[in-house]
């Protein structure tokens, strides 16, 4: 087993600022979703434990963190709690929202990584499950609410790029036997400060080689609807 | 592990008419989908063991039940043969069906609970888990069909909270070391009961806060499609 | 364990084809959502990948193969390279990719329904899963890409049924000790020259009994949107 990267008490609240950022994401879709106040609490929970849920469940350590951690339960409902009485407030403080949600993204990935690799994946699957375990809950809490995923949408700026890099640098570091809790703090701000520029200047990926040139802004508009 | 509530016969009978009259209402959606005889009996699987395949995961009991029980499988496919060739007498009787659905919520919500908190979880994840166990085949069932999950809409009467109201129940039980087969069947009916009064009533949870007062009706038809 | 049908290096190869074919499908569908290039991979891995990633978390064989194999992980996404710089011609060999794909169905069920055996399931419950593998896939795909899976709808040719027979080929050559080479070699074919059969001649599965002549035909196509 990989050492302990933070101090126990220290990556136990960076996980539950993680989740509780993914959360208020989810439960502001669902109030964008006109969902009943329950309905705000599931996408909340789905959200900010979905991408955990599934990497758990991929390294076969059942049961899962998301059900054995009684403050991984109860942080999305305070969340929710918070978006159903103040979502006019929350939306207002949308970019704030994202700023979080950036560290969120930074945080589960390099924190999905070393997990995976903990438990005998090799490098390669450990990023990959690292990007699983930070894009996941986004794309469950879209499939719920019937949407596109965020993740796969062309008009989006760039987000698992970002916790790509990170995860990366992780499984390198790990690779070269120099995963310390800086180099791994790094890989957390890398990915961090990528998705704010991302965020920033609308970094973009790019469609389909021949498609872009030919493609009517009509069609387009009306292939993502 | 708890003493076993029913005896294991009777307990059998009971899983299997949950299975049944959910298997009959994920064969209903997807007559009205259009889907064809292969896409019923899928369906009519899905909603029928998708929420205890789920809950089976969680706890690590692999295989899950649905796949080592041939009556778990051959059940739902009777359910989508009898939709099959007399879908409009079924739907006449959507009342007898819904009934049979409430009765379903509760039986699966307390035995998801009970055999949870069998593999170790805590009373709250079991909880959780019994309330997934309940509910999680339908949302499968409209993730499929590409639909909104009906249990996260606001314009539908109550459906998780009876079986949140019984899961509780259960855990309370276990938690004051009185769960006997009495007050789990207590649980169950509370459950059965409590929806029944929803459906009669169209008891709705609310929204959120602010926009319940501030939304149009437009509005509000054109967000949840 | 049965003995290995194939030699183990053949079996590869045979598998890795699979996936190619599979994830061709799903990076074209991609494209066709107008997702960018991340989308397109991602939609590559999942088809390609997800039939067996839910027979491994079934039958408890975690890590699953697609993360510990890395050429079942690279090789998506080498399909989905093709397709961003070629889909215009891709496109043009439709034909060419369904009929693989038609093979990629036939190998995926036996090699499911072999391995869900090899890991203590009944036959009927490694027909069924044996039947995941080939087309849970295309299923998840198309929820991701929010579309109504095509493996429901009414409209398309046979696609389920093929793999059905495959796989219940398997079970019963289990059934009766005669699986060797040959026989499974058999079931594939026979997999793979039904579903051919069935894009040729345009086999529909019939939908719910009485629907069929009271439906009108703008309803129906209302229903599917």
Partial sequence: MLQQLFSPSVQHTLDLIGIFVFAISGALLAVRKN???????????VTALGGGLFRDLIIGAVPPAAFTDLGYFVTPLLAALL?????P????IQVGVNVFDAAGLGLFGVAGTTKAYDYGLGLTASACLGLATAVGGGVLRDVLANEVPSLLRWDRDLYAVPA??????????????ALTPFTSGLAVV?????????????????RAWNRRST?????????VP
Same sequence: chains 1, 2, 3.
């Fill in 164 to 177: 790509i890099v990170g995860a990366t640098m992780v499984a390198l570091c790990i690779r070269f036997d």
């Fill in 35 to 45: 969902f009943d106040v329950f309905g705000i609490a599931v996408l909340a929970e």
């Fill in 83 to 87: 978006v159903f009485f103040l979502h």
């Fill in 215 to 223: 493609v009517r802004e009509d069609e387009t508009a009306g292939a």
């Fill in 190 to 206: 890398t990915t961090f400060v990528l998705r704010l520029l991302a965020m920033r200047f609308h970094w973009r990926a790019p």
């Fill in 89 to 92: 407030q929350v939306e207002r």
